[in-house]
């Protein structure tokens, strides 16, 4: 009887070191979790820049743009000129303009200007005024395309911003077909003018590089 009764009570002791073991591992296992994510996101700066002649809108990396001397004329004093027509003394201006139109600051990287279609040799001279000079230039100093395209380009440097007051930058360029200044001047303008079907022309041809400003960080 007492044997049982030893045997009963290892048997009891036994069910509850197991109990205990069992909460002991219960309590060690058990942890708080979770998983959490979450998203940044920015939204992409908007990238676009109009640069037009007049009102005329570049479309390509090169355009040529004809009505830049068939606008803004200022007939001469003396004699008249059909309207929209080149002739010795006739002379105007077009502005070429920037504007920018995006979300980030840009700047004028490159200017290519050529004369285009000028196989008759027309003397077109230029001058750079105020965006807002409507007389005549008292001098038309920039004889070649290539001093003219240096002069654009000191007009259009530095950055142009996305805010109202800056976002825009302009340059009046003033033209002329120079009149001749001797008997074989006046010879070739007039062989140039004496054509038959074939009428010559002149025109520009204006290559303009926008491209967004990049900041870099200071040494």
Do not use: H
Not at 2 to 13: C, D, Q
Not at 23 to 35: E, N
Not at 183 to 208: M, N
Request: with cysteine; net charge negative.
């Amino acid at each position: 009887m007492k044997k049982k009764s030893n045997t009963a009570r290892l048997g009891a002791l036994a069910l509850a070191l197991t109990m205990v073991t069992t909460c002991l591992t219960g309590g060690t296992m058990a942890k708080y979790v979770t998983t959490v994510s979450a998203t940044g996101s920015a939204t992409v700066a908007k990238f676009d820049v109009d640069i037009k002649g007049n009102d005329s809108k570049f479309t390509s990396e090169t355009t040529t743009i004809g009505n830049l001397f068939t606008t803004g004329w200022n007939a001469p004093v003396t004699g008249g000129v059909k309207k929209d027509m080149l002739a010795p003394g006739v002379y105007g201006y077009f502005d070429i303009v920037v504007e920018n139109k995006s979300e980030v600051m840009v700047k004028i990287s490159d200017v290519k200007i050529t004369p285009a279609n000028n196989d008759k040799k027309i003397r077109m001279n230029f001058a750079l005024t105020e965006v807002t000079a409507d007389d005549k230039p008292v001098s038309f100093n920039i004889e070649s395309e290539d001093d003219l395209q240096s002069g654009i380009v000191e007009g259009l440097t530095g950055d142009i911003g996305w805010e109202e007051s800056d976002k825009s930058k302009k340059v009046r360029v003033w033209w002329t077909w120079d009149v001749g200044k001797s008997a074989e001047a006046d010879k070739a303008d007039t062989a140039i003018g004496s054509y038959g079907s074939d009428a010559p022309t002149y025109g520009l041809t204006i290559s303009i590089t926008a491209e967004q400003v990049v900041s870099t960080p200071a040494p």
